[in-house]
C-alpha cells in the first residue's frame, strides 16, 4: 500500500515522500504474506521511485527517530499479532493508516488516532492472504 501511495503521489504531483522500513520477506521466514515471489515484484521495482527511501532493517532507535519526523506511519500487514510499531508510533504523537485486522481495531480509532482500513477479515479477524 505504501509503495502505491508513492506512485500516486508522483502521479498527481504531490510532494511526498515514504521512509520504508521492511525486511520485505516473502515466503517461509514470512509465515502469512503471500509465498509467491513474483506477487512483490511490482512492490520491489517500487522500491526505487524517486520518492521513496527504502532502509530494509534498522534499529528501533532509528526507526523512531523516522517515526517522530513523520506526519504518518503505515501498518498495513496481512497478520500481526499486536502492532507494537503502531504503539510506538502513536507513543511519538503519530498517527498511524493500518489494516482493520488483529489487534489493532482495539486502539487505533479512526480520525482521532489514525485510519483503519476497513477490509475483509475471517472470523479470527485475520486477512485471508493472497497466493
Known amino acids: ?3 502505491r501511495m508513492a506512485e500516486l503521489a508522483i502521479e498527481q504531483k504531490l510532494p511526498m515522500s ?5 525486511k520485505f520477506e516473502v515466503g517461509p ?5 503471500p509465498t509467491d515471489p513474483s506477487y512483490f515484484a ?3 521495482a517500487a522500491l526505487s521511485l524517486p520518492n521513496v527511501r527504502y532502509h530494509g532493517s534498522l534499529p528501533n532507535a532509528s526507526v523512531l527517530a523516522l517515526v517522530r519526523q513523520a506526519h504518518f506511519a503505515i501498518l498495513t500487514t496481512f497478520s500481526d499479532t499486536f502492532g507494537f510499531n503502531a504503539i510506538e508510533a502513536m507513543a511519538n504523537f503519530t498517527p498511524v493508516i493500518a489494516t482493520a485486522q488483529g489487534a489493532l481495531p482495539e486502539f487505533i480509532r479512526d480520525d482521532v488516532n489514525g485510519a483503519l482500513l476497513d477490509l475483509d477479515v475471517d472470523e479470527l479477524g485475520e486477512l485471508d492472504a493472497p497466493s
Open 42 to 44: 511490482r512492490y520491489r
Open 18 to 22: 515514504f521512509d520504508i522500513v521492511s
Open 29 to 33: 521466514a514470512s509465515w502469512t504474506d
Open 1 to 3: 500500500m505504501t509503495l
